[in-house]
């Protein structure tokens, strides 16, 4: 049994660790921190979860963490780096969802305007994408909510240098703006609306832009992420203009191809969140008109955006079958 | 392996019993009927389920599901006698999540305003009241939705005969509708409301009576349902007004005491649907004021409340763990 | 032109004065204040109410507003005693929407745990029943947004002396949480759930008591609150045990005598909270049962269940029709 | 008093138009037709509006609608043809919400794909736009909900003849699929979801289209709708990329100074649908990027998208404030 810490257990990606983690059968949660909740049962924090977890939450100390093969960090971005060197230098695997490791050292602190005092090289854990890297990795940045479905949606066409243009256009759930209540959660103010924020500018951009170019250096990215009035799930349409023409067949060939043997990734027509919600699917629909190809993708952003594809990661780290722990049916509807 | 039939796999209690079924290590599925999608594999009507069966929606025929080992009948009230018999006679074991054998004989002709052509005595299923009936049992009546919570949030009270009155007062989630669009499913009809209906005269209400009856002869009972926005499950308030006076902590420990055994079922302090989402839990709080107890229960009513506890069913019929296939957290948020 | 004040301007109750004010064609709104946004527009504030107001917060100084003819505090409780009895002694009208005046000295102390230490006596301003009164009144105390339907929909049988006992049971949009950010708020705490609280010992209770027993000193009331995922609303089931009989017919005429004259109150046969939303109606459904009559009652909380009340308060002291600024269509859906 | 007609009185706009004009101070509606709810009250089939009507719906004939001086044709497009060209050359001035007088003969036979018997030529009551042809007009073909905002968010720089390409995404509240409950509304359907549809090829792109072309010939248009889980409102983000390069200075400047006079036009920092919910308010954000300028707009989609939008432009038609009846602050939250 892979023995597993997780830093960080009381926001949505720690307790949706702790949810798929429950039914894991090649992995134990041996440790879980808070410091606010310190001493209280993981039900205490986390009525949905009574009668699966018996432990009590600690102090994120190295002590007691240092003792896993494995510690997923879930904390917010800037204070990872307070615990993944010291885990990293003594041979602990770890798994980040912060956006601590995500970018080059120059980017980051470019665009998250702070010193990165104690950068390593990462592997960006988009598991579809980089898994042979993944398989030998001892630190994975996993990737943002909004670049997980924005490059896979891409990363095909980006692949055979076609595009000329993409504009993602996402719409994610509220709780994608964390535990802790706050105007933008504030219920509202959110429902019968849908909003858009950071419109030009939202730090995820830079992670879309690092990937895709990797692929295919001269694509032009832009990107707009809103909150619609529900809790889980991103939806993000990618108007993609090409640089040549394609038949919506062709592109569907593309797409099938790339993907072969991605068990996550779904070719579906009818696309829905809730098609999705709870799982680690991606959902990707294709649509060619005239003017350009509109590639929808869905995600449950908790899950393929965060927590679920943490563990993806991890399964492919350890050399387990990557469905492991996450091999079960979406909550429609 | 146990051989598993669905009769009626389009609806959501079917698509939930594919949902469940997915995972259950002891059965497996082998024909869904459906009318209407006869021929189409499962995916292209349920697209949330793609890559879970192999399988084509087939005629509803005795022929095909005479030979499973049990059939769930997931078609609505009325219909189900025209499969329910037959396959009993042939020794096939019947669950019916209809509502066409819960009652006796008289009630249900009286109730649903039409001759009973081919009643058989069944188990009401209510796991947690009827455990030792449903293991030897041929037909269980699945409990309607709104039973399920209500009698589970009294029987404690019940069996010791304290009750003068309980009025139930139950909001549910659309989904106990049904599939199919109407005025009452409308979004807009749904929206910024909570819609009562029914409101002193649901039929669920005989299937409380005719089981806290049992318990307690004389218990006066009211019941009033309601939708709210949302779509999955139950949430019933009982005010229970006692005969005599029980401390807070007395009624906990009658409660306690009741559900020992009861794997599913948790008493919470703090109590909300969406910690039962997905899941086949109950959960369960008691709130003793100075004239009255209520005990609030929350379900998810295609779980516990229909295609849950109709896997639960099954597992005692067949000897298993009572919790195989439905071991797996709710999905919160 | 009557010169409006209203101390409190930024919370829900605050920004629904000034929507209704905004086409009252009988008063001015001269002055608002906020603390914290002094110095800012209203708009500023309030987007939504961009193009109606031209003036800034102000603080709330008795120089300021005891030039006005009539003040609302939309304040928190406890904090309106700052402001009214100043007011009052200097002749200006007060139209208190907080709890701090509808209760007697006693029972507030005793209710909200704190000595009053500036008690005046108020017409309880729940318009349909005190309309008399109200009309000579100096201070009102705005009724709580609960015991405004609940007080309606049992009156005209308590008059009778008619009940047994009667059990609320209140389903509230979260606008009735404020806004302010809290757990109680953020939501995905609210989404897919609905959610009881206090629920055998809510402030409200005392005021339904207080109001109800003026009509039948030994009716028993039970009551319990819990939000449902919506902004606006409140829906009450008046489960109402009778002392007698009566006929379903009966109790309608009843119903319909005792509101004659009431603008505001409906007597609808279909009900729903979307069909009085932004507006000051009432809609009240009957339905006779065997067990017990089920009154149900229909408000918009911030209209009826707080500033509309208020306004058409107003209008019933200064001699105006009840009508004025009040009188125009719900938003549905 | 201008009298007015409706024909087609039970759909969302029909009720709109009810809604709005039952304060409309310089209008009376004297007839509204349904074919299925003849002979009963308005508020038999509109509860809401219960206390502002005193007729019956009647059936749509001619005798009675030609004594109006407007009519509103409420009706799906290819019905309106069977009142409109009857009703115009009687001198009835006629504002119809169907599609059926948008375009030109031609694309509109292309594009719905049926013959047009009784052409037209009408004004495209895009009040902000053709406010001077409106004036004149006897023939009012009200924009469809999409285009209103679209064209809006665009029609200022496209006029400079600055736009390169333009991405429309738009999200729309469920309403604008109409009151007949489909697949499409059904709740479980919607709920935890955001629904593209048409996501290449929808009609209301050729009205973007021919009205933004009359400004800029060489505009480059993209568009894609979706449902999200409200009721009303039509979210539009405009991803705009310019030929050349302004400043964000200048472009606010561009907007303002487009939109001067135009009181129902608000540029806001912040920007919500529940901002102009219930109102004919069109909110404007200008975010100039590195890459584009994002021009959000917010609307009422049966406001200002479809019912206020009408009586807007029967006010102007008809020599009236363009204001009256719409001057109402929008319902937030």
Do not use: W
């Not at 951009?205 to 529900?230: A, N």
């Not at 108007?239 to 067949?249: N, Q, S, T």
């Amino acid at each position: 049994m892979i023995k597993v810490g997780i830093i960080g257990g009381t926001g949505y990606t720690g307790s949706e660790l702790l949810r798929i983690l429950a039914k894991h059968e090649k992995c134990e949660v041996k440790c879980v921190s808070s410091r606010k909740e310190k001493g209280k049962k993981i039900h205490e924090v986390h009525p949905h979860l009574k009668g699966f977890y018996n432990i009590e939450f600690v102090e994120p100390e190295f002590r007691i963490f240092s003792e896993c093969d494995v510690v997923f960090t879930a904390v917010p971005h800037g204070e990872a780096i307070r615990y993944v060197p010291e885990l990293y230098e003594s041979g602990v695997r770890v798994i980040d969802l912060s956006a601590d490791y995500r970018l080059s050292k120059e980017k980051y602190e470019e665009v998250y305007g702070k010193e990165h005092s104690a950068y390593i090289e990462a592997v960006y854990g988009l598991t579809e994408i980089n898994k042979d890297e993944i398989r030998g990795a001892r630190l994975i940045a996993n990737p943002g909510c909004y670049p997980t479905g924005a490059i896979l949606s891409a990363a095909p066409l980006a692949k055979l240098e076609l595009i000329e243009r993409v504009v993602f256009d996402s719409k994610s759930g509220i709780t994608g703006a964390g535990v802790a209540p706050t105007e933008f959660t504030h219920y509202p103010n959110l429902h019968e609306s849908i909003v858009p924020y950071r419109i030009t500018e939202h730090r995820h951009y830079y992670e879309m832009e690092q990937e895709l170019r990797k692929f295919q250096e001269d694509v032009k990215i832009s990107f707009t992420p809103q909150v619609f009035p529900g809790s889980r799930g991103i939806l993000t349409n990618a108007h993609i203009f090409l640089k040549g023409d394609l038949e919506g067949e062709e592109i569907e060939r593309v797409y099938r191809e790339f993907y072969r043997d991605c068990y996550f990734i779904r070719l579906q027509n009818d696309i829905k969140l809730s098609y999705v919600r709870g799982s680690n699917f991606v959902d990707i629909s294709i649509h060619k008109g005239k003017d350009r190809v509109v590639v929808v993708t869905a995600i449950d952003n908790l899950v393929k955006g965060a927590s679920g594809q943490a563990v993806q990661n991890m399964n492919v780290m350890f050399g387990l079958d990557e469905r492991e722990g996450l091999d079960f049916p979406p909550l429609f509807p």
